[in-house]
């Protein structure tokens, strides 16, 4: 069984930053991709940032590209987000997800966090 449990969501003011993690524990074999996604009042559940675990290649969607950052610690299994320039609409509950697979050849899985509110007030 593998666990996800992410900490560093708040509030804090528009301009502002905040840093999310996301520590993976239990039976980990090999993890694949680490990433967020978040998901505002009414609205699907969105990437924000992925990042392979091995190559430490990543991926940003538009709205943060330049803003936020994610970034893994290969041994801890943990990935983080820093979140600078914050702005309203970054409001959400962030998840964090990693895919992983319990032996070599077997199909990555998906696991999630239970998520992390994060709000700006303007």
């Known amino acids: 069984q593998v666990k996800l449990v992410e900490s560093g969501g708040g509030l804090v003011e528009a301009g502002g930053s905040l840093r999310l993690s996301c520590a993976a524990s239990?039976?980990?074999?090999?993890?694949?991709?680490m990433g967020w996604y978040r998901q505002a009042p009414g609205n699907q559940r969105e990437l924000v940032a992925t990042?392979?675990?091995?190559?430490?290649?990543?991926n940003y969607a538009d709205s943060v590209k330049g803003r936020f950052t994610i970034s893994r610690d290969v041994a801890e299994n943990t990935v983080y987000l820093q979140m600078n320039d914050l702005k309203p609409e970054d409001s959400a509950v962030y998840y964090c997800?990693?895919?992983?697979?319990?032996?070599?050849?077997?199909?990555?899985?998906?696991?999630w966090g239970q998520g992390t509110q994060v709000t700006v007030s303007s």
């Open positions: 997800a990693i895919d992983h697979r319990n032996r070599n050849f077997e199909p990555y899985e998906r696991y």
């Open positions: 239990g039976s980990i074999f090999s993890i694949n991709l």
């Open positions: 990042i392979f675990k091995a190559s430490g290649t990543t």
